[in-house]
DNA sequence: TTCCTTCCTTACTTGTAGGTAAGTATACGC
DNA sequence: GCGTATACTTACCTACAAGTAAGGAAGGAA
């Protein structure tokens, strides 16, 4: 056992290339040079491309989880949280991820499994699920002032970070700090 | 001269496509079949993909043109112009182009010309030119109510116009209505 | 020592992608 | 009727994609 397993490193380079070209802008090649590895050893740990692509929602999925499972839990305000979202949204998108899994997933949706498709919507339930606690404590604390029902408005949050990401690809990077600004600005926050 | 020419059934086609798949997503022959013509026949009006691809975006802008000069030139009322949008939105939905064109050239980002990327980027810019005056506009008319600048709140409302599609995409068709919704809610639009 | 499992490589196959060169049918000006 | 564009088709090429079958090294269990 390495240090960092070759399925790691395939993991790792995949979802870098996933983030930034989409499942059909990246090949097995792509993955396979920059590891020193064969092709042949990726179709042995993921016998075909959408195990892989399985393996890598999975891991976005625990990701998710890791970083939101204290909130979960035990609550606390809700700011920090917002926040949180914004900075590791500026996060990847510096670090070369420019779109984020749902947006790559949108585009080659026509060639998913159904078990895939299922894994990506309940990543969208689990994301929407942690921003609606989100907006509902901090509407609560009055930390945030907003009106419309708090999944929707929360819904609409995500979308827009959603949107933000793939406009600041196509534009350019300081559209991400203006529209965050903005959310902020729309739930009444001036600090 | 026919009277839809193969070149026009071409851009059709593939702008269809390109709506649907992405760049990569889709091949001459998906363009080809379905016209019944040849490969060799989409290579003479447009020697590479990437003519092909920049005909698409000059396409997709002159629609945008088209429909929104008359406001440009003499304003009138905001509101029906942001619904004209939430409207065009939904009907795109609806008639198998889920994804925008800016959407769609986010994932594949990578292999585009300078040219190809100015020609977005300036369409980005004038949808956003035509957004900041109906925010603009509804202000003043007192049709819509927010605060922060309005090229800002414009800018917004098309990030979140633009995630919602991709998140209706891989969710749920509901989620669009849902997020216009948000959106007017936000913009302190009751009836 | 032998056998079995794990993790990979070598050496392929098949399919399809974008792209090209040369030929052909049709219409039009002259 | 005679060239000459225009708008294609036929027939091809090269590159590369995903995927597979068979073999080999290395380690642990018997």
Same mark, same amino acid.
């Given at each position: ?9 395939? @993991?790792?380079?995949?979802?870098? $290339? ?9 090949? &097995? ?5 920059? $590891?020193? !590895? ?5 179709? &042995? ?32 305000? %809700? ?8 900075? &590791? ?7 070369? =991820?420019? @779109? ?5 997933? /949108?585009?080659? &949706? ?5 078990? !895939? *498709?299922? /894994? ?18 901090? =509407? ?12 929707? *408005?929360?819904?609409?949050?995500? %979308?827009? !970070? ?20 903005? @959310? ?8």
């Amino acid at each position: 056992m390495q240090v960092v397993t070759t399925r790691e490193q395939i @993991i790792n380079q995949a979802f870098q $290339l996933m983030l930034q070209r989409g499942l059909n802008g990246f090949s &097995y090649r792509d993955i396979s040079e920059p $590891l020193r !590895i064969k092709n042949a050893a990726i179709h &042995y740990h993921f016998p075909n491309k959408m195990d892989l692509l399985s393996a890598l929602i999975a891991e976005n999925h625990q990701l998710l989880r890791e970083s939101t499972s204290e909130f979960m839990a035990y609550g606390g305000p %809700a700011r920090p949280q917002l926040e949180g979202l914004f900075d &590791y949204t500026l996060n990847q998108c510096e670090c070369g =991820r420019p @779109i984020c899994m749902v947006g790559a997933l /949108a585009v080659d &949706y026509k060639d998913l499994s159904d078990k !895939i *498709k299922q /894994a990506n919507d309940s990543f969208i339930h689990d994301s929407l699920t942690w921003l609606t606690k989100v907006m509902e404590t901090g =509407r609560e604390q009055d930390e945030f002032h907003f009106e419309g029902p708090t999944k929707r *408005k929360a819904m609409g949050i995500l %979308a827009t !970070i959603q949107g933000a990401r793939q406009m600041a690809r196509v534009h350019s990077m300081d559209i991400l700090n203006s529209i965050f600004a903005q @959310i902020r600005t729309d739930l009444g926050i001036t600090s």
